[in-house]
Structure formats: structure tokens, C-alpha cells
């Protein structure tokens, strides 16, 4: 799974708003043919205004064509393959304050299924479809502080009710992906959720080069993401392991980076300034794909590393680093 560095601000922010703010040396961690889908008659949904966040156009550079037999990788969209997305999402973090031994932490894990109905396709190929979360859930996990995993529920509150509509072309590009205004849920939360499966929906599909490729091939994507909280640059860089037919394996080493910045720190007062020195994540993913069906199989596991500095009113800068080891798992299945 290629998305780690928004679900670590999402996390962050869900454990912060309870507590001191980031700094703070005590904070805590139609009848078509069958096999074919087509565009129905009339006009496309209409599309609500987007989430916070803006999503910057993808990039693909072919590193390696890879051994012969090749072959240019398109989804085949299929009518009445409604799915299911499972997302899977278990953490433990650490803080690292000077003078202070750091302790990782545990945290709850997150489940979170989204439907996804297709609404049709465009004269280009690209699938067009409605979604909404089904479901979201905090695990026990009884060595995560009480107050962490409340945090975690009121941040999965705002997506309760979340629903949209989203566009991803023939190669797994997404080239849409709009939240409906009224699904969600004011919970007093952070908002850093609905950014969460934003992000989940935009790298939900396996991305694929304009050109053929065949066994061994490797290509790069550069993609980037602006949200309210922070800019984040990432590169997945993509080795095509095996290829049968319409299915395959894909494995993805990702790294991403961001730029010193200044954050929105939850619960700060008055006058308090945090900032993002720096920002590194790495992990690397497995994902099994098939080209009938919009949702892989995936099992990501990686670090991200954050150096904040916060400087209440009339105090001196202080320095800590927030270390996040993650796993996701995603699974599709039909509905």
C-alpha cells in the first residue's frame, strides 16, 4: 500500500487533540453485454466540491521495459462489479524528547471497509464510480492509553457517513475524487480522516506505464498531495514481479519526503507556533492486482520519521521526534 504519510498525520492528530500540543515534552503519542461496461445515458453524476486537499496530477516514468513477452497493462472495467475495500491499518509510535527515553506505544488499529458502485465509463476507458465508507471501527488494544483511542473514535466519527464519486483511468490513475459536502459528520474532529480515505482512493488501483512491459519491468511514479495540514512529495518506484493473464504482482518501494512547514498543531493555545522541520517515510508493498476489478491486494509495511518544533507564547523553541511503524493490509471483494 502506497499511502503512509497522510494516515501518520491522521493518527498523530487523533492522539494529539486529547493531550498537549505537538512540542510539548509531555504530550503522548442498463443493458449492456455481458463482461462490458458503458457509459449510461445522460449526464455523469454531478461531482461535489472536493475535501481540503488538493491532488496534484501523477506522474509515470518507464525505468525498464522489462523481458519479452510485453504487453501495454489496461483495466478492463466490468459492469455490476460492485466491491468492497477492506482497509486494515495496525500502528505503534514513539516520541523522542532530548533527555527522555522514548517508549513506543501501541495504538489501536483502524478498520475501514468502503463500497464502491460503478456508475459507468467513459469514451476514454476510465471507470466512473460512486463510494461510501460502510464502516469504521477502532480495535481493542489495551496497552494504548484510554485517551488515544477515544481521540481515534471521534476522528472515525467524521467518516461515518462519508460518500462521493471518483474517477480512475484504464492505467490506475485517479483523475477525480470528490467528497459529497453533506456526508460529513461534524464530530469535532480534526478532519485528518476524510483526508485519510481521499488518499486511500487515489492509490487504490495499481498504477501502469503508457508503454508495454513485461516481467522485471520497473517504473516510477511521482505524485504529490497538499492538504490543510501539510505538502508531502512521494515516489513509488514499481517492479513488476509476475504477469498471467489479467492478473499480476507488483512490488513498490516508497519513500516520501516534506518540506519544512508550518502545522495547525491540535488543542494549541493562543500565540503557539508548531512547525515541521522534516518529514521521511519508507516502506515497501506487495500488491497483487487483476485487471477486471478496481481493488488490489496489498501488504505495505514502513517507518515514518517527523522532527516537530512547537514555541508556546513566551517560551523558548523545543524540539521532539515522532516515530510511526505501520502495517496496512487491503483486500477487495465482490458485493
Known amino acids: 500500500m502506497r499511502r503512509a504519510a497522510l494516515g501518520i498525520l491522521a493518527l498523530v492528530a487523533a492522539c494529539s487533540r486529547q493531550g498537549p500540543a505537538a512540542g510539548d515534552p509531555d504530550a503522548g503519542p442498463s443493458a449492456s453485454p455481458p463482461g462490458e461496461l458503458t457509459a449510461k445515458p445522460g449526464p455523469v453524476p454531478s461531482r461535489a466540491q472536493p475535501a481540503s486537499s488538493e491532488m496534484a496530477s501523477a506522474t509515470l516514468r518507464l525505468l525498464d521495459p522489462g523481458s519479452a513477452p510485453r504487453r501495454r497493462l489496461r483495466y478492463a472495467w466490468q459492469a455490476g462489479r460492485r466491491e468492497l475495500v477492506r482497509v486494515d491499518l495496525r500502528t ?10 522514548p517508549t513506543e506505544i501501541p495504538l ?14 467513459s469514451a476514454e476507458g476510465s471507470l466512473l464510480y460512486a463510494w461510501h465508507v460502510a464502516s469504521a471501527t477502532v480495535g481493542e488494544n489495551r496497552d494504548a492509553p484510554p485517551e488515544v ?11 461515518q457517513r462519508l460518500a462521493g464519486h471518483a474517477e480512475v483511468t484504464a492505467r490506475g490513475l485517479a483523475s477525480d475524487i470528490a467528497i459529497d459536502p453533506g456526508s460529513v459528520t461534524d464530530s469535532g474532529a480534526t478532519g485528518q480522516m476524510v483526508e485519510q480515505v481521499k488518499q486511500i482512493l487515489r492509490d487504490l488501483a495499481a ?3 503508457e508503454e508495454e512491459v513485461g516481467q522485471g519491468a520497473r517504473w516510477e511514479k511521482l505524485s504529490g498531495l497538499a492538504s490543510k495540514d501539510a505538502r508531502i512529495t512521494q515516489t513509488d518506484t514499481f517492479t513488476l ?10 512490488d513498490d518501494v516508497l519513500a516520501q519526503t516534506a518540506p519544512a512547514q508550518a502545522l495547525t498543531p491540535a488543542g494549541a493555545g493562543p500565540g503557539s507556533q ?6 521521511l517515510a519508507s516502506g515497501d508493498a ?8 478496481l481493488a488490489p491486494e496489498t501488504a505495505f509495511a514502513g517507518t515514518t520519521s517527523m522532527v516537530v518544533s512547537s514555541q508556546p507564547s513566551a517560551e523558548r523553541s523545543r524540539h521532539l521526534t515522532m516515530i510511526m511503524r505501520i502495517e496496512i493490509a487491503l483486500s477487495g471483494s465482490l458485493r
Open 108 to 121: 489501536p488499529p483502524l478498520h475501514i471497509d468502503i463500497a464502491i458502485d460503478p456508475q459507468g465509463a
Open 286 to 293: 506487495k500488491t497483487r492486482f487483476d485487471l477486471r476489478r
Open 241 to 250: 514481479l509476475d504477469l498471467k493473464g489479467d492478473h499480476g504482482t507488483v
Open 207 to 209: 498504477p501502469f506505464p
Open 92 to 101: 505503534a509510535t514513539s516520541t523522542e524528547v532530548p533527555g527522555d527515553k
Open 274 to 279: 508548531a512547525r515541521l522541520e522534516s518529514m
Open 149 to 159: 483511542a477515544e481521540g481515534m473514535r471521534v476522528e472515525l466519527m467524521a467518516i
